[in-house]
């Protein structure tokens, strides 16, 4: 003890060799080394607790990262007869639903017994990562088939989809979605009854959009639908309409003329208000307002119109697509359906530059062909403009190619109008007189005019065959899921294990330690001096609690890293 005490009042910490001046002073060879070793040891499960937890986080963010790199969405019909014309459409989209350029997809229709037909290759639209076309279907086996997609873009791997269509002899018809505008402005509707010595109607060709040229027509007949032929003058009475603004106290004129032999008369103007008020006057012989009635339109929703001339053709005669947008750099998309709902066709996308498409029927099949324009096309649903034309295989002018589309108009009187005062039994009397009437190629070719604009606004839309972000969703999130199950199971299990052998080498090392030194301090199997044991004591308790607190620190190191992944998964 003689030596040791020495070696404390004189100082010295350590000699030539390294080794504290303590452990030479009693004696001691191999505590230094132990100490050194259990040193490392502690140095060694805490940089490996943390490079763990480095771990755990760096493969959190990677997991986090992860995105759904490629979508796509197909349209077509589910329903394909050999010899008729179908349209298919496909856009290709990114992470953050934009379309992708620059994508080329091949079509090819695999039928039953293995055959396998190249319908060729979608036609890109610009700026949309949209390829679409139309193909005549081949003469294939009825019953199930597959519609495959080949996708090649610079930006991805090639891949393939795959949609299950269905091969018959004839396509049920698709009921329309019938249309009427949304607007909450509807409900303050005062438009005014129906006078009660004739009949006023007035109604807009197919929609009222503002922001475009509108085309309207005004109806007079007597109590029974009789068509009167009387000198009419239409007035603006609120909003903006053809370069008039409205006036309720003096309404300008806009527009004027007498109604023909079926009771009509059309006219147009560019409509620059949500809301529109007109009032309709049938003139006396001195050409003062016998009767009047105030109209209330409220515009659609819409940047886009559509019209299409003429309205009646051959099959095989050209027709002509205008399109008009509000925005002029977005193309608008023209897809072409026929009297059933299928989707026959769909037009070269217009935009500001071409303004028109001339398309022509490529089934040669009569009835009604209805166009719908829209700048997108994935449910456009109220904002599509709609135009129609009748195809027929009689001379356009003959009166009896109005008995169909009289046929259609009588069909959809029950539908649910906007319209005031819509009275169902005076339409069925005007219909049959205006079969009647309509005689002469002028008559015929204004009676198809009214019966094709005044049909109820109802949108096909091109069918929805295949959306592959909810597949893309849901294998991510599974993915994602593995990850996370993964992660909870290295960082509980793991880092429970790693606190287990932390702890035991702690405590081991420690009692090691305070063994060896112990014995060390001991001479000729005396026992320690109090003082020198409650030193000992102390310090060991000291080398325990930073031990527990080292534990503790890697455990909340532990719950912070899973609590962060959790809330970042």
Known sequence: MTELHDAHENGSSATDDGRPALDVAAGVESSADDGRRVRVVHRLFIVGGAFGLAIALLVGLWVARLHVRHSVVVQLEETWVPGQSVAVRSQLLDRELHGIEGVEVGVRLEAEGGAHFDLGVLAPVRRSGVAQGRFVVPDVPLGPAT??????APSIPSFEERV???VAAERKARAPRHTVSASTLQWADDTEPQPASVRIDLRPEGRIVAGFVN?????VTDPNG??????????????EFDGHRGNPETPPRIATG??????LLFFDGALASEVVRFEVQVLDDEGLADTSRRFRLVSFAGAVDLSADPLGAFTGDPITVRALALRAKRPVFVDVFDEDGAWIDTLEPIDAKTLERTWVHPAARPGIVQFEGYHFTNNPGESTAIARIQITDLDPSDPRTLVPLVERTRARLDLPRVERDFDRKLEEKYLDLLEVRATTPGAVERARRYLLGTLPVEVFGPPIALVTRPREEAALAARKHA?????RIYLLGGGAIYLVVLSISLYRGQRRLAATTAAAMVEDGEDLDPETALHLERARRAVLWRGLGVVAVMAVALLLTLYMLENLL
């Open 258 to 263: 007498v109604t023909d032999e079926l009771g």
């Open 147 to 152: 519609v495959v997609l080949r996708y090649t």
């Open 226 to 239: 009789v068509p009167m032929s009387r000198p009419v003058d239409v007035r603006l009475v609120d909003g």
């Open 164 to 166: 299950p269509i269905v």
């Open 483 to 487: 990850w996370r199950i993964g992660l």
């Open 215 to 219: 085309r309207l027509v005004v109806r």
